[in-house]
């Protein structure tokens, strides 16, 4: 396991939200036609403990579901269309298991962002297939994983499987108290919202030792703007935004 990783300035989010279905294997196929380097997918277990490739708790907006996703089995969750929701040339597009889409990364060689979602209680059983399915399905010679959350509890653990797994600290509001917690975790970096990035704070963090990444930069004059900050990268929908 490499000591340090190297993170493009664009991270694809959501597998590709801009051009696809999110969290799709179409959408990651289009992201990678689209010169993706690394690609940030959500991840969380079906009822049945599958970790599948999924941004809300609830299904009713992205596939023709409705009710929790952790209510339902693998089974279930493979009958619904999560693709028709963006456009119907993606009529068809299953939810994918996190085995398919790091198979798929691996196969178009894209780095991953994985970030654990909706994992409050069943945090460690999230994290220990995760990493199962990594150890299987990851090619050595490949960048390892970054993952990230916002729930400390399942980082913490995640750091307790693993000394060298690479961890982003992911927070929706800037606090003082962070950057012990995120030492605590011996994170690689701190992805905080465009809300919360200020020149100082980008500054103070780095300096900390941290990345900085942002997240979701869809404008050109933005990104533009935030690598002249220093930012270290941004999450953007868009793959060729720049
Ligand atoms: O990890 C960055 C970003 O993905 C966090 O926001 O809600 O799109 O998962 P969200
Ligand atoms: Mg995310």
New binding site residues.
Partial sequence: MPTSIDVPFLIT??GGAGHGPENTLAAIRIAKEKSAQWI?F?VQLTQDGYPVLF?DAMLDRTTTGSGRLSDHTLAELKELDAGKYFSEAFAGEQIPTLEEAIKLCAELELGM?I?F?HSEERGQALVAETLKLVAKNWPDHLTPPLY?SYEFSTLAHLRKMDDHVFI?F?VADWEAQYLAMAKALNCYSV?L?ISQITDHGVKFIQSAGYKV?T??INDVDLADKLLKLGVDSI?SDISDLL
């Fill in positions: 989010h959501r940030e959500d941004h962002n970030e979602k990230s982003g992911l992805h919202p990444l997240f979701t999450f």
